[in-house]
């Protein structure tokens, strides 16, 4: 079973939206969630945080524009990207930290923002 699978992504717009999905296996115990992306050309990027607590963190480059949230009844992982850029084309990834510090990552989805 794959512990995490996306889905979500494709083309938009620039100044459109979309939202990213990330369902994780009933057998993963998580303290951190992440959503990470590879833009071409590009080093990977730590885009959006949350823990456990519930308290987020951002990167500069999508603050106030992209939110992370979590339905743990669905066990789902949400990326929703607002006011999208075209230097948000990447691969994005989730990922997550197991309560035993095991990490965990997904297969990518692509985003590319374009007209």
């Known amino acids: 079973q794959v512990p995490l699978l996306e889905s979500g992504g494709g083309l938009v717009q620039p100044g459109g939206s979309t939202r990213l999905a990330c369902v994780k296996s009933g057998r993963i115990f998580t303290i951190k969630d992440m959503w990470f992306r590879r833009g071409p050309g590009k080093q990977r990027e730590l885009v959006a945080s949350?823990?456990?607590?519930?308290?987020?963190g951002y990167s500069d480059s999508v603050k106030g524009r992209f939110t992370i949230s979590r339905d743990n009844a669905q066990n789902t992982l949400y990326l929703q990207m607002n006011n999208l850029k075209p230097e948000d084309t990447a691969v994005y990834y989730c990922?997550?930290?197991?309560?035993?510090?095991?990490?965990?990552w997904g297969q990518g989805t692509q985003v590319t923002v374009s007209s």
């Open positions: 990922s997550a930290t197991g309560v035993n510090g095991d990490g965990y």
């Open positions: 949350l823990f456990s607590d519930g308290s987020t």
